[in-house]
């Protein structure tokens, strides 16, 4: 007991990141257990679960879900040391019921503790004639899997603000989708910290996601993205956030933040303008 108590006073973030790793691969082991009789579909990378009515995308959901996995690991230097967990369900309320939310939820895929769900996109393509065409451009594997990579290269040690920032710019980098630009005045933005406890809560999604895809693109044209990536790396060193905007840009987060609300009006405003 006074060996083990010695190491946690030491060494708190290892014993924390060990224990969100152990309880991120029991849940994972619990979503597989609960579809283990769904079909199953299995490539290179991914290992896709699905029911009968989804047979006809599933080769399509593997095939996007496999032709962005290298671009992100090259980008973020990580590759995951097994074949991804990734489970389809065929509507809003099987999606919906797997995490226990309301009805009226409507996210198309969810990263949640090292298994991606997504949304059949029968469910919400209506012109089956470019279904194909519409998923790889506007779906959600490259945004989803990207949260994975950051959640397994920081070891759980991230703000919510920050991991939908790095989805959204590789995102954008792979399949050209961004939320619409809408402009706004510096005194309504959301600060980071409103933006990490209350993400899904806030009024306006748009503008939230839109804050954080800010962040990462004044970030990586300030400094870098091999620097983006090394401040991942100290997170799932365990480095604060603060510690590692110190480390990687010389700056600490609450001056980042400034810089950011003034960029993210400015360049708002300007692309709304043209």
Not at 122 to 148: C, M, R, S
Request: proline content about 4%.
């Amino acid at each position: 007991v006074f060996i083990l108590t010695s190491f946690t006073l030491r060494n708190p973030f290892t014993v924390k990141a060990v224990s969100y790793s152990l309880m991120r691969e029991a849940v994972k082991r619990n979503i597989f257990l609960k579809t283990w009789n769904w079909n199953t579909l299995e490539g290179e990378y991914f290992l896709l679960k699905y029911q009968d009515g989804d047979s006809s995308v599933a080769g399509l959901v593997l095939e996007t879900a496999e032709d962005v996995f290298l671009p992100i690991n090259e980008a973020l230097d990580y590759t995951p040391p097994e074949k991804v967990l990734m489970v389809m369900y065929p509507d809003k309320a099987a999606l919906n019921k797997s995490f226990g939310w309301d009805a009226d939820e409507s996210a198309m895929g969810v990263y949640w503790a090292g298994a991606i769900r997504i949304l059949s996109p029968q469910d919400w393509i209506e012109n089956k004639q470019v279904i194909a065409e519409v998923f790889k451009d506007q779906g959600p594997v490259a945004h989803e899997y990207t949260h994975l990579v950051v959640d397994y290269i920081t070891k759980g040690n991230y703000t919510r603000w920050l991991t939908e920032g790095v989805a959204q710019y590789l995102e954008r980098q792979l399949t050209g989708f961004q939320f619409p630009l809408q402009p706004v005045a510096k005194e309504n933005l959301y600060p980071f910290s409103r933006m990490d406890g209350n993400f899904d809560s806030l009024p306006d999604q748009s503008q939230a996601y839109g804050q954080s895809l800010a962040a990462m693109d004044f970030y990586v044209e300030s400094y870098g993205f091999d620097s983006l990536v090394n401040l991942l790396k100290d997170l799932g060193a365990g480095k604060s956030l603060n510690q590692a905007f110190l480390h990687n840009t010389g700056q600490s987060l609450i001056d980042f933040e400034e810089e950011v609300q003034v960029y993210y009006v400015q360049s708002r405003s300007l692309k709304t303008a043209s």
